[in-house]
């Protein structure tokens, strides 16, 4: 079975520096997807972004991109420019491409708490 | 382009009753899946549903369970409710299973019992 691992409960970062989240992953697939998810108080979680295993190119989207190391089973997000809206829990989350087995299950790490200082 | 929504935000309801949660997914999705987020065990999947089927199950007991309409939306079920059932019961859309598409998700419906 699939795991996900955040192994930073909580993490805190200066307005407008960059910080770093991290997300280690156990499968035995070669093809999956990995995405982070972010939920504010309001409880909606909102995707950030995506990257699909079978791709080398890391995924960025404007000021969050990801650092993908296959071999190492790692999916890390980086925060450019922090601010105050980035104030959040962040949830790695993976999915097996095995649709016919797997579904859409999504499968979460158990989340990283980040706070941003002003 | 209206979002997941889910109905109602907030119940509170009694051991050993049941509840029903309704989830109508962005239109053109049909894929709906059901996860239960608690402090203790985090986001946990529940079942997902495509075109009126069950697709897949996670590790909950009987007492809950789910549908699928043809209008795709979706509604929970829970009976004989536990004190443990107490979470924030999470709905997500997506185009279908396969696409590689990140789901959308609602914003949850918060369950007390108590």
């Known amino acids: 079975a699939q795991t996900v691992t955040q192994s930073q409960p909580e993490m805190s970062v200066q307005e407008a520096e960059t910080v770093t989240l991290s997300c280690t992953y156990d499968t035995s697939e070669s093809d999956y997807y990995l995405f982070w998810y972010k939920q504010p108080p309001s409880r909606q979680m909102i995707l950030v972004i995506r990257q699909e295993a079978?791709?080398?190119q890391n995924a960025t989207e404007n000021r969050f991109s990801v650092n993908f190391q296959k071999a190492a089973k790692s999916f890390s997000l980086k925060i450019s420019d922090s601010q105050l809206g980035d104030a959040a829990m962040y949830f790695c989350a993976y999915r097996s491409s095995d649709i016919y087995n797997q579904g859409g299950k999504l499968i979460f790490g158990q989340g990283t708490e980040l706070s941003v200082k002003p | 382009?209206?979002?997941?929504?889910?109905?109602?935000?907030?119940?509170?309801?009694?051991?050993?009753?049941?509840?029903?949660?309704?989830?109508?997914?962005?239109?053109?999705?049909?894929?709906?899946?059901?996860?239960?987020?608690?402090?203790?065990?985090?986001?946990?999947?529940?079942?997902e549903y495509f075109s009126e089927t069950q697709r897949n199950k996670g590790?909950?007991?009987?007492?809950?369970s789910g549908r699928q309409f043809s209008n795709s939306r979706s509604e929970m079920n829970v009976s004989t409710l536990e004190l443990g059932d107490s979470a924030l019961y999470l709905c997500a859309s997506s185009l279908p299973p396969g696409t590689g598409y990140g789901y959308t998700?609602?914003?949850?419906?918060?369950?007390?019992?108590?």
């Open chain 2, 59 to 64: 590790n909950f007991p009987g007492r809950f």
């Open chain 1, 54 to 56: 079978y791709k080398q």
């Open chain 2, 1 to 47: 382009k209206a979002g997941v929504t889910q109905t109602p935000r907030y119940l509170i309801k009694t051991r050993g009753q049941q509840v029903t949660l309704s989830c109508s997914p962005i239109s053109g999705h049909r894929s709906v899946s059901w996860y239960q987020q608690t402090p203790g065990q985090g986001l946990q999947f529940l079942f």
């Open chain 2, 105 to 114: 998700f609602g914003s949850g419906t918060r369950l007390t019992v108590v």
